[in-house]
């Protein structure tokens, strides 16, 4: 079985290309780790956060779509916070907005805002469409090419988003799309300015995906809102909740080696025994 993995925010580290067998094999081990039922899968990383990299950018304040980004992962936790944007330091609705959702993942504030903040970065680089730094073509190319005859694509975080907006460009042949920990529906920030854009409040199943699954742990603040993909797109076949493991609320690692996808292509694969 080919299965091809599209990896989420703050996977680039100096020297990208050996970061593909390192993901490779970090990957692998976890899939066999849940206990599939297979004999032989062959990964396949979809790796591409060295073209999320923009030259010579500088550490600071987001810019101001990245900002919207930030605000709308916090709007859960404080409603009455705008997301529309603003630079400069944290508003005090933010600022609990963040103070909340640190003490229900169990981690330092610090922790949670630097997490929140890679995301937010490279989600806004990946749907900017206009400005000096708009990877989002070079991108997509790069990612169909991986992905090009996978049996199963699994999809993490913006992985998600990048896969989705691949899909429908490229038109792939897909027999199951597993989306883990999506952000698709993040009203504002992310589902609005998918490509191609909502009709009528909804999203739709890609093309060419036979079918089509979610999966979010109960407690992963970056999948949002809850059952979110099954609200805002047609086709999606599951959307399923659970529990990835203790405190590991949106790990890729985690997801691949949890029970929970595990059952997802474990029914797959008994409904299309061709491709185990």
């Known amino acids: 079985m080919k299965i091809a993995v599209v990896h989420g925010m703050n996977q680039y580290r100096e020297g990208f290309d050996l970061d593909v067998p390192y993901y490779l094999g970090k990957w692998t081990s976890a899939l066999h780790g849940a206990g599939l039922p297979w004999s032989e899968i062959e990964v396949r990383p979809a790796y591409y956060a060295h073209l999320l990299q923009e030259p010579g950018a500088q550490g600071g304040e987001l810019p101001d779509d990245a900002e919207a980004v930030f605000a709308a992962l916090l709007s859960p936790w404080v409603p009455q916070l705008d997301a529309t944007g603003s630079q400069g330091p944290l508003t005090y609705p ?3 907005g963040l103070s909340l959702l640190a003490e229900h993942v169990n981690l330092s504030e610090r922790g949670v805002e630097a997490i929140l903040r890679r995301f937010a970065s490279e989600v806004a680089a990946f749907l900017r469409v206009e400005g000096q730094f708009t990877p ?5 190319d790069t990612v169909a090419e991986a992905i090009a005859g996978a049996d199963v694509v699994v999809a993490h975080s ?3 988003v990048v896969a989705y907006e691949t899909l429908w460009a490229h038109r792939l042949d897909v027999p199951l799309l597993v989306t883990v920990g999506s952000p698709l529906a993040l009203p504002q920030a992310v589902f609005p300015r998918l490509t191609p854009a909502p009709v009528g409040g909804a999203g739709a ?3 060419g995906v036979r079918q089509w699954s979610n999966l979010a742990d109960v407690g992963d603040f970056v999948a949002v809102p809850p059952k979110g993909v099954s609200k805002s797109f047609s ?7 659970g529990v990835i493991g203790p405190l590991a609320w949106h790990g890729l690692e985690h997801y691949l080696g949890s029970r929970a996808l595990a059952g997802i292509l474990s029914r797959w694969g008994a409904a299309n025994p061709g491709t185990s």
Do not use: T
């Not at 989002?136 to 997509?140: D, E, P, Q, R």
């Open 158 to 160: 913006l992985g998600s």
């Open 94 to 96: 933010a600022r609990l």
């Open 235 to 241: 086709g999606v076949f599951e959307d399923v909740q």
């Open 136 to 140: 989002k073509s070079l991108i997509i």
């Open 205 to 207: 199943r890609p093309p």
